[in-house]
């Protein structure tokens, strides 16, 4: 059973970066592809930034203007996403989720992780 726990976040000023991980036990992170999802207060779930098996990207939106990347590594069993030039508006709880690819719903991903608050304020 693959089983997945975020971890990095916090609270940061606009304009700061911060690198979240998502790390997976139970299962190797090679057989999955591993999306980036957030929800803000008073808002739905979705979708950021989404990594396949074989590292191609995929991006859901233009919320984040390009700030965000992903990355994976396949040694530490983990997949980053950097956030840089952070705003207010990107405050949220962050979902890393896995399935067998990047499925456009995110309701087709199968394990999720249960988050972790990024608070961007002065």
């Known amino acids: 059973q693959l089983q997945l726990v975020e971890s990095g976040g916090g609270l940061v000023q606009p304009g700061g970066s911060l690198r979240l991980s998502c790390a997976a036990s139970?299962?190797?992170?090679?057989?999955?592809?591993i999306g980036w999802f957030r929800q803000a207060p008073g808002k739905g779930r979705e979708g950021v930034l989404c990594?396949?098996?074989?590292?191609?990207?995929?991006r859901y939106g233009d919320s984040a203007q390009g700030r965000f990347t992903i990355s994976r590594d396949n040694v530490k069993n983990t997949v980053y996403m950097h956030m840089n030039s952070l705003t207010p508006e990107d405050t949220a709880v962050y979902y890393c989720?896995?399935?067998?690819?990047?499925?456009?719903?995110?309701?087709?991903?199968?394990?999720w992780g249960q988050g972790t608050q990024v608070t961007v304020t002065s």
């Open positions: 990594i396949s098996r074989s590292g191609s990207v995929t």
């Open positions: 139970g299962s190797t992170l090679d057989y999955y592809a």
């Open positions: 989720a896995a399935d067998d690819r990047c499925y456009i719903d995110l309701e087709d991903f199968s394990s």
